[in-house]
């Protein structure tokens, strides 16, 4: 089987999973990740494209806050397509991605000779800052109902600013690549800048 048909059958896989996704984590998340792994591993020269390729489409695919399904069974619903598309050798490292590319799995340090996870985990972490990642923090705190921001410290704990200080501002120290970091710091700073402007006019409204 081609490695072309296996990743179009992946992608209706992916895009069927992630349908009821909010708007920061939906199918259009699966492309920029995808594409921004592919310029990190062209950059490093790292592993295999397809591999790159089918890794960033599979990231997400077991994320249990939106498909409200038992736990493991998006690692059986991978397992098989892999195994379905002749694809059972790349079991490990696709299954290994979806278990560790998250910001929750940070405590677990990263084996820097797992390239594959180095590059995916760079990806989705660059798609988390910047514009898009401020784009996507309050569409999730719309998505869950949180408020925006309060000076209030036990209101403030949950809403999608605090957010940007216990996760966003945390990201770019976190790169595993080299070319991951220097994509990292334009966002990074781009954060700062936003949360700036934020607290200035959140302030000025206070006279």
């Given at each position: ?21 909010d708007?920061g984590?939906?199918?259009?998340h ?9 310029i990190?591993?062209e950059k ?7 591999l790159v390729?089918?890794?960033a ?7 249990s806050?939106f ?5 493991g069974e998006g690692?059986?619903i991978?397992?098989?397509f ?10 490990s490292e ?6 560790n590319?998250s ?9 820097k000779?797992?390239s ?9 972490r660059?798609?988390?800052i910047g514009?898009?990642g401020?784009?996507?923090a309050f569409?999730y ?9 309060s ?11 605090n ?13 595993n ?10 966002r990074h ?9 934020f607290h200035?006019e ?6």
């Amino acid at each position: 089987m081609s490695k072309e048909l296996i990743l179009s059958r992946a992608e209706k896989l992916i895009k069927a999973r992630v349908s009821t996704y909010d708007s920061g984590h939906d199918w259009w998340h699966i492309v920029r990740v995808r594409n921004l792994a592919k310029i990190i591993n062209e950059k490093e020269n790292l592993e295999e494209p397809f591999l790159v390729d089918l890794a960033a489409l599979f990231h997400d695919f077991a994320d249990s806050k939106f498909n409200g399904t038992k736990p493991g069974e998006g690692y059986e619903i991978a397992g098989r397509f892999l195994a379905e598309n002749g694809m059972e050798n790349c079991h490990s490292e696709i299954t290994g991605i979806m278990r560790n590319v998250s910001f929750s799995s940070r405590k677990t340090p990263v084996n820097k000779d797992d390239s594959l996870l180095c590059i995916i985990q760079d990806a989705d972490r660059l798609d988390a800052i910047g514009a898009i990642g401020i784009a996507r923090a309050f569409s999730y705190g719309g998505y869950r109902n949180n408020i925006i921001y309060s000076p209030v410290a036990e209101e403030n704990s949950m809403s999608t600013i605090n957010h940007f200080y216990e996760k966003l501002l945390l990201l770019s120290a976190m790169m595993n690549t080299e070319t991951g970091k220097k994509m990292a710091h334009e966002r990074h700073v781009f954060l700062e800048i936003f949360l700036d402007q934020f607290h200035k006019e959140w302030n000025a409204g206070s006279f």
